[in-house]
Nanobody, 128 residues
Framework: QVQVVESGGGSVQAGGSLRLSCIAS????????MGWFRQVPGKEREGVAC???????SYADSVKGRFTISQDNAKNTLYLQMNSLRPEDTAMYYC??????????????????????WGQGTQVTVSS
């Protein structure tokens, strides 16, 4: 059974950085997509960044150039490096996996419903 567990959230001032981590376990699929999504109370869940099994990535326009998604397959860990944080980045951040999956990273960014495994979330708060 696939499981993902996030860590690394916290509070930071605008302009600061945080790195989120997500440890995945229980899957050995050759084709998968993993991603980071975020949600603010009262708003829809938003795709932040995704990476597919080919290593291709996708980003929401609002985070391009500031956030970087990466994975360490040896450690079964997904990362989200967040730089130049802004108050509008404040949200609960979720790691998610879609496995098995043939979605591309671009497709996955707007297909949260296709992800079948979700973490518990980690809060990121950016103060001005």
């Amino acid at each position: 059974q696939v499981q993902v567990v996030e860590s690394g959230g916290g509070s930071v001032q605008a302009g600061g950085s945080l790195r989120l981590s997500c440890i995945a376990s229980g899957y050995t699929y050759a084709y998968y997509v993993m991603g980071w999504f975020r949600q603010v109370p009262g708003k829809e869940r938003e795709g932040v960044a995704c990476i597919d099994s080919d290593g291709d990535t996708s980003y929401a326009d609002s985070v391009k150039g500031r956030f970087t998604i990466s994975q360490d397959n040896a450690k079964n860990t997904l990362y989200l490096q967040m730089n130049s944080l802004r108050p509008e980045d404040t949200a609960m951040y979720y790691c998610a996996a879609s496995a098995p999956s043939t979605m591309t990273a671009i497709q996955a960014l707007v297909a949260a419903d296709e992800f079948n495994v979700w973490g518990q979330g980690t809060q990121v708060t950016v103060s001005s």
